[in-house]
């Protein structure tokens, strides 16, 4: 079918791809930052108290907890949860496939270097330390933090090998061997190194999924591994980690009964102590909607009970100290219901974070003890080093993506994509129930908000007042009214934009909206950092993942949260004398375009959208490899329902123009990928009310 005529909209086709000078109008580096800290000023507190909340009502849970049963009903509905939170787990069934790249004698040791696959085709580097000896070894599974190289790993393989266990020490994924986005020229990964797991991240959000689950698959199969070497003692498999590392291991002993010894060092904390500090930390670290489920650190620890736990503390850890003593003292409490207090352990050092020298002895003689018993003798810690670095290399190239290929996180969560089925498209009244559930946006009505305004300018016949518009208790958002002249009735408008506001009322299309005799509203949502940079010297993760975590732990998104702000500003703008409500029109650029077409579906006061340079779909940003800035507009489990064309089919018969739809890095698309890139998101042809044009920055919007 033929796409509708582009009419109303002049525009021109950007002749120069390279980049552009930085325009006038956006923010200086210093007004990017006073916009951010003011933005995180609110938007961090506000958050905290509802996560606050939340674990108000869990501890009110826990204090029911009184007998085993209780304890062990509360570890299987907690195992469901974070299983449905997390997408499930990946099926990995029978025996696993490995394949070996030699090994290499050590003083008391040997090392093995071996592959394995934890899901169907994606694989997984390890170091093995094996002890001299017949067997079967006690083993235990060493998971590698974010930063420290593979020589950190060897330290530990060959202590604990000369001790008499056998250590597998495998690399996490962006790390080592586990590159995601390789680039064979650069020698490098095409992103941030320690960013490569985040970013893989938002897209598994988009199809219901979080990274945690690969991470549940990685300890999984490396203990199926292990129970299947014939020089491995099955029933004595623990697992130790710092950092990143640590946050493996609490995954793996909560999640897998096999593990019968662990010990996590510098994850577990509270978020009761996180949230007012420097706040939830990885994407993995991250469920969606953990709070909101009930959970908290704690969880991770009492799945583990009664099995020996050993919690590694440091006094000036960005993991506070005072969480982890907050959750040792509720777990001790568990693991009581059942008789086994005695088998948590807090082991408590000075220094900051991983300062795993300080503790090195408490921390040995915990895992030698409760792996070999406690009359084995515990050896001193040696600093042992690799021969050669090299040797540590477990693949001929010194990475899977060019030794081995296979799949990589981010081609598994394509697999998840849905199809798109025609036939069960949701219509507008279920897309209101379906955004109010995923994004936590509200559904209903809202209530005019109170506004304080706090000057006023006259600006060329027509007047800008100030403004703080109190979308919620605690949430004071900047705005600009600009008034016409004349007594109207005057048709509406809201403009949504990251720029800085005194910039917005400057901007000549929106001078133009306001003498064509438009009451308009520049209004910044909550959350709003200021402008990206338009030319990254390198492909970044964007100034929007510390504050998306903090959103979806509590069960909110960035999307929902700026969308009750928008329509709370449409209804106080629909409320002033002089207003014509048969005509309010919404403009949304970047991120906050998504934001103007969630708020029309919910909201039938709104009669136009006009979104500039938005992302056109979100089963576009899942099937390219790369995308920048997505966590802005990351709603979990969107694509199980539904992406930006059904928003825009839903719309119909009100006018939504789409102003240069943009790909996953934020270029315009050409207009008929443009086209195709809609319909596969669920746009059903032909949407007269729908028109997509590409213009120049340069020239006007017509509205």
Known sequence: MKFPACLGLAFAVAASAHAQPRLPWLATPEEARQQSDAAMAQLGPWLNRLGFAQLDHRRETMRTIMTREQAEQRQAEVRARILALVGGNPKATGPVVARKFGAVEENGFKMERVAFQSCPDYWVTADLYVPRGPGPFPAIVLAMGHGPGKEFNFAWGANLARAGILALAYDPVGQGERVQHFDPEL??????????????????????????????????????????????????????????????????????????????????????????????????????????????????????????????????????????????????????????????????????????????????????????????????????????????????????????????????????????????????ATLRKDIGALTGASEGPLAVPMVRRTAADEKDGWLVEKMEIESEPGIALPGRLARPAGAGPHPLALWLDATPLDKVVALPDFVRLVRSGHLVLALQPRGVL???????????????????????????????????????????????????????????????????????????????????????????????????????????????????GDLVTALGPRQVVMVNPADAMGRPLRMELARVALTAAGMIEPATHVRIVRRDPRDPLDF
Request: charged share 20%; glycine share 10%; with cysteine.
């Open 187 to 428: 020698g490098d990964s095409k992103l941030e190194r320690m960013g490569e797991h985040e970013h893989a991240n938002q897209s598994a959000l988009l199809v219901g999924q979080s990274i945690a689950r690969y991470w549940f698959a990685d300890g999984m199969r490396a203990v199926d591994y292990l129970r299947e070497r014939g020089d491995v003692d099955a029933t004595r498999i623990g697992a130790f980690g710092c950092s990143g590392g640590g946050t493996a291991t609490a995954y793996l002993a909560a999640m897998d009964p096999r593990v019968t010894v662990a010990a996590v060092s510098s994850y577990i904390t509270s978020f009761r102590a996180l949230l007012p500090a420097s706040g939830p930390q990885d994407a993995e670290q991250t469920l969606p909607g953990f709070l909101a489920a009930g959970l908290d650190f704690a969880d991770w620890v009492e799945l583990a009970a009664p099995r020996p736990y050993a919690i590694v503390a440091f006094d000036q850890d960005f993991f506070p100290i005072a969480g982890a003593v907050e959750t040792y003292d509720e777990a001790r409490g568990f693991y009581g219901r059942f008789d086994a207090a005695a088998q948590l352990a807090l082991i408590r050092g000075p220094g900051g974070h991983c300062n795993l020298p300080a503790v090195m002895p408490q921390l040995l003689e915990f895992l030698v003890h409760h792996l070999k018993g406690p009359a084995a003798p515990v050896p001193e810690w040696a600093d042992l080093r690799a021969r050669d670095p090299d040797e540590l290399t477990v693949t001929p190239t010194g990475q899977v993506a060019t030794s081995l290929g296979g799949k990589t996180i981010e081609d598994m969560v394509r697999e998840a994509l849905p199809a798109v089925e025609a036939s069960s498209r949701p219509n507008l």
């Open 530 to 644: 200021g402008e990206p940079d338009p030319n990254p010297g390198k492909l970044a993760l964007g100034q929007y993942m510390s504050p998306a975590l903090r959103a979806i732990i509590v069960g909110r998104t960035l999307v929902g949260l700026r969308v009750d702000d928008a329509r709370r500003a449409v209804a106080w703008l629909a409320s002033l004398a002089g207003a014509d409500r048969s005509r309010l029109l919404v403009y949304g650029r970047g991120g906050l375009g998504m934001v103007a077409l969630h708020a029309a579906v919910l909201d039938n006061a709104i009669t136009e959208v006009v979104i500039e340079n938005t992302l056109a779909s979100y089963r576009l940003a899942v099937r390219s490899g790369l995308h920048r800035n997505l966590s802005e507009l990351a709603i979990p489990g969107v694509l199980r329902v539904y992406d930006t």
